[in-house]
């Protein structure tokens, strides 16, 4: 009476045809939808593209300001170095000093003398080396007074000749002098050369770096207080070349006199390559006594500016004017009256744009000597 429905897409079904009615059901009952919510799946969000042009200009104006402090600390450091070498202090000369000879002894004079008779004879050869030992123990004392005379005579002999090059140096011998003082100028910023001396004045000649060397820019301020880099007038720059040139002569000058005792004055001329022409030509020239250059407390860069009130015969390229300003060009000076000068121009191989080392500079101009005879102050 019952009849089964399978397939066709419908749920397999029971019928039943029994009496006037007819029943059909699901077979296992109905299935229920589950109303329960999946989890959603997390989404990845990324920066906006005007954040993320945001950041790339933060940190291009992060790297400009580091490059823009960078610039600064460079340049303010090079102005310290450049202004500041007058500052240093030089120790004066002293006698040399000659450590004596070691005292020597018994013991090491039998090692050294044991190692010389047992030299090549072998480990099993017994009886010579008991004849090697008794040998040395029989040299070891003529040996040790013999070593010890010659020590002593080589500690007489260099204590003769430091005693001999002071007295050299004091005397103000021209080739013990020069020699000292070129040996102490070997490490200064400024190429220095001591090209000959007269009675106790000593001549010197610098090669002061160029003005084109010097940076265009220098550390500012904007209008709303930040450090900046702004360009340098003409009138800022050449006082930073002048102050340069000044502690150079200035330092010059105490280590020269430190160097030499017996100096009492010293005729210094400055080298450079002109901005306009690119030849070297004299700048500055004077004498300085020691006298006059040890009155002065050389404590501040701009201290280095009184190179020119304290020196004797002074001339320089660098002019004021009446108002007080400095002129904003450097011109060569006349240097047709003073042989002295002439000559020293003569001697000096002028290379386009590229200033001697001071190793050739130096080696140039120390022969012949150069004498300033007509003026003091070459």
Known sequence: MARVHVGGG??????????????????????????????????????????????????????????RDAAIAHLEELRRQTTGVHLQTFPQARPPFVPPPPQLALPWALAEAQAFHLAGIGRFARADRAAARHAAEQDAPAYLAAEQARLNDVYRQLHAAADEWWR????????TVCEAVNTAFSDNPAAGSAVGLDGTVLSIVIRQPDLDALPTQAPGLTSAGRPTLKAMTKR???????????????????????????????????????PDTQ????????????QAVASVPWRRAEDALRFLDIAEDVDCSVRTTASGNLSTSVKPLDTAKIPGLEALLAQIEDVPKAPPEPAALGGGLRGPRVHCVQKPGC
């Open 10 to 67: 419908r749920r397999t079904t029971v019928s039943s045809g029994m009496g006037p009615f007819f029943a059909s059901t699901s077979v296992g009952g109905s299935r229920r939808r589950s109303t329960a919510k999946r989890p959603a799946r997390p989404r990845t969000v990324g920066p906006a593209p005007a954040q993320l042009e945001r950041a790339r200009r933060q940190a291009e104006r992060a790297e400009q300001d580091a490059q």
């Open 279 to 290: 030849r070297l030509g004299i700048v500055a020239y004077g004498r300085w006594t020691r």
């Open 236 to 274: 800022d720059r050449l006082l930073w070349w002048l102050t340069s040139m000044g502690s150079n002569i200035v330092a010059a000058l105490n280590e020269a006199f430190a160097t030499a005792p017996g100096i009492m004055a010293i005729d210094l001329a400055v080298l450079t390559r002109m």
């Open 168 to 175: 050299a140096l004091n005397d103000n011998d021209e080739d």
